[in-house]
């Protein structure tokens, strides 16, 4: 099955993405997941084992780097 997922990682930082936010997008790319990095937010497409283990990284990353909340929304392509 494939998945698309959309996250953002706060708090937002103007200008600039701040450790947290690239913490937990790093974290999803390496997971397999190609992340399309936006300015409120990042998503990506894939295989739905793929999908999940790169939020599970993503949020986890991003919350020992300090996020104070992520937003994530899956939904089947």
Not at 13 to 24: I, K, N, R
Not at 25 to 31: D, G, I, P, R, W
Not at 40 to 69: C, H, K, N, W, Y
């Amino acid at each position: 099955m494939t998945l698309r997922v959309e996250f953002t990682i706060e708090p937002f930082v103007a200008g600039e993405p701040g450790d947290h936010v690239l913490a937990g997008n790093e974290a999803a790319v390496l997971h397999g997941l190609a992340v399309e990095f936006g300015p409120f937010g990042s998503s990506g497409e894939g295989p739905d084992d793929i999908v999940l283990g790169a939020v599970d990284a993503a949020v986890r990353a991003a919350m020992a780097a300090g996020a104070t909340q992520v937003t994530v929304q899956v939904s089947r392509v």
